[in-house]
């Protein structure tokens, strides 16, 4: 099956109604994603969400919480059956360690996105901008709405 998915991490993020104009980074993190059949070409979501996951991920910063996303959106993937995955993230810096390699961020998520990227016949990795679609603005409200549980 081929699945499309949308993640997003937030780190400290600013809570509705709250005088705070700026998110705290390093703070509360949390991850969200939104897995989707792919329509025919493979690349765009087609329907309902297939899975729709918000995580606490404790305290931390904001490209930990991007890489934890790709990670466990992989790891839902797969368990879904998908055998072609092409996954979206606003994280230029997580596409960037993926397609170029180097030093990874936090080598322990590297490690475990590098495993799950193997398992898929293709997996690609793609940036697009920050709420560019409903697709990524549901993953950026299911990563916020994460962060923010205590």
């Excluded at 797969?78 to 994280?91: F, I, K, R």
Aim: with cysteine.
């Amino acid at each position: 099956m081929k699945v499309v998915a949308y993640c997003d991490g937030a780190a400290g993020p600013v809570p509705p109604g709250s005088s705070r104009r700026y998110p705290r980074n390093p703070g509360p993190s949390g991850i969200g994603f939104a897995i989707y059949e792919a329509g025919s070409d493979g690349r765009t979501p087609q329907g309902k969400p297939i899975a729709r996951v918000f995580k606490h991920i404790g305290h931390g910063s904001n490209n930990r919480a991007e890489l934890d996303a790709v990670s466990r959106a992989l790891r839902r993937a797969l368990n879904l059956g998908g055998t072609h995955v092409v996954v979206y993230t606003d994280s230029q810096i997580v596409v960037g360690w993926i397609k170029r390699g180097g030093t990874p961020l936090y080598p322990e998520i590297s490690e475990r996105i590098r495993k799950r990227m193997a398992q898929f016949k293709t997996c690609d990795v793609e940036w697009i901008r920050a709420k560019s679609c409903p697709e990524h603005v549901l993953a950026d409200e299911l990563a916020t709405k994460a962060a923010l549980q205590r």
